[in-house]
Nanobody
Framework: QVQLVESGGGLVQAGGSLRLSCAAS????????MAWFRQAPGEERQFVAT????????YYANSVKGRFTISRDNAENTVYLQMNSLKPEDTAVYYC???????????????WGQGTQVTVSS
């Protein structure tokens, strides 16, 4: 059974930072692309960032470019999302995902975590 478990969410003030982690098990982690998506209440799930299986390629949504950094540690089977200069509009449940290619559409990822809440206060 493939399992992705996110952690690191919480409540922060605008301008603050958080680092999310996603620990993977039950799959060959080093052969999978990883990504982060987020979903605010009443909104559709939206793409945040992705990283290919080697870590050499990354891609970000325009709304987070320059503020967020995705990285991975294949030895630890973990992907990270470092979030700096957080804004209230970043408030959402953040999900990690694993797939065969590092694309933007959510449908290209076959495995999903349970999500972790990030709340940014004004």
């Amino acid at each position: 059974q493939v399992q992705l478990v996110e952690s690191g969410g919480g409540l922060v003030q605008a301008g603050g930072s958080l680092r999310l982690s996603c620990a993977a098990s039950g799959l060959t982690f080093s052969s999978h692309a990883m990504a982060w998506f987020r979903q605010a209440p009443g909104e559709e799930r939206q793409f945040v960032a992705t990283i290919n299986w080697t870590g050499a390629f990354t891609y970000y949504a325009n709304s987070v470019k320059g503020r967020f950094t995705i990285s991975r540690d294949n030895a630890e089977n973990t992907v990270y999302l470092q979030m700096n200069s957080l804004k209230p509009e970043d408030t959402a449940v953040y999900y990690c995902a694993a797939g065969r290619i590092s694309g933007v559409p959510a449908g290209e990822y076959g495995y999903w975590g349970q999500g972790t809440q990030v709340t940014v206060s004004s």
